[in-house]
C-alpha cells in the first residue's frame, strides 16, 4: 500500500523514517502473529528521498489462514507506529496538514514463503533481500525459508498476486491508507471477484481443455470431485454466485455486507492451503499438481 503525499500532507523528514522503522521493530517484539519482518530498498540503504521513498517491508505471518483480528490488529499496530514516528513538539508544524510517511509493506505467511509457489516476489529480488534488509523481527529474510520460484504456473502466480493484494488492503483498512468507506468498497469487491475467480480457475485446471468450464455454475461441482469440499466452504461460494447474478445484490454485498466479503479472505486463504497440500509432480522444472491436467496449465500445446 503506497500513499503519495499532495498538497494536503506534509512532507515527512529522514527522520521520521528511521524513527518508523525502530518502533516497529521494537513494537513487533510482542506480536506473536508474526515469525519475521524485514525491511528492504532505500530505507533500509539509507538513501530515502523524504516524502518521495517509501518504506519496503515484507511480513511473513506465522499461521497460512489468519483470523481476522490477527490483520486488524496488525493494522493497528502500523498506524499506531506511524503516529508515534510522525508526532512533532514543534509549534511551526501546520497542524491542519497531516505528515505522511509513503508504506509498501507486503504480507506473505509461512507456509507460502516455504513453499514458493505462491510468492510474488522473483528471483532478481534475492540479492537486495541479503545484502540490503534490516531485519526488523525473527531471522528477516532468510532464502531456505522464503523461497522465490524462477518459474511458476501463471495460475500460482495470479493467485498469489491476488492474496498477496487482499492481505494488504486489510491490513491498511485500519490505518489512514485506506480507513475510508470507498476503501473498504473497494476492498469488499476485490475479495468477491478474486475469490470467485479463484475458484473458476482453479477448477479449470483439472479438466482438458475442450472441456473447460468457465461458467461459475458448475467449478462448485468439479472441485467436490477433488476434495475441496472438506476445507473451503461451498455453500458460501454458492450464496457469493447468487449475490453476484445482478448488479443490485452485488452491491448491496459489498457496500453493506463488509463481514461476508472478509470471509473470502479466510477461504481464499483455505483454498490455497489445500493446493499446496496436493501431491506434486515434476514438470520442465515446475512442481505441478499430480491430478491437474498439463494441458490446461497451457504449458503444452492442446
Known sequence: MKFIPNINCKIPSSIMYNRFVDILQEKLLNFDEVSSVFCYGSTARGTQIPGKSDIDAVFVLKDLINKPQTYTKLGGLIQETHNLATSTLSSNINSSKPIIIPLQFSFADSQIAQDGRFITYTPDFL???????????????????????SFKLPLESRIGFNL????????????IFGNSLEDK??????????????????????VEPKFKKTQRASNSSILKEYGVNRHIDFDFIEFLKEQSTSTSKYLNLTQENYIECVKCLS????????????????????????????????LIGN
Request: hydrophobic share 35%; net charge positive; aromatic share 12%.
Open 127 to 149: 540479492h537486495q533481500f541479503e545484502s540490503e534488509t534490516i531485519e526488523l523481527k525473527g531471522d528477516g529474510f532468510d532464502r531456505k525459508k522464503f523461497k522465490m520460484n
Open 164 to 175: 498477496a493484494k487482499m492481505r494488504q488492503k486489510r491490513v491498511f483498512l485500519e490505518t
Open 185 to 206: 468498497i473497494r476492498f469488499n469487491q476485490s475479495c468477491v471477484d478474486n475469490y470467485l475467480r479463484a475458484i473458476s480457475e482453479i477448477a479449470n485446471m483439472f
Open 267 to 298: 477461504e481464499f486463504e483455505k483454498l490455497v492451503q489445500w493446493y499446496l497440500q496436493l501431491e506434486t509432480q515434476q514438470y520442465k522444472g515446475l512442481r505441478i499438481p499430480v491430478r491437474i491436467n498439463i494441458e490446461s496449465t497451457g
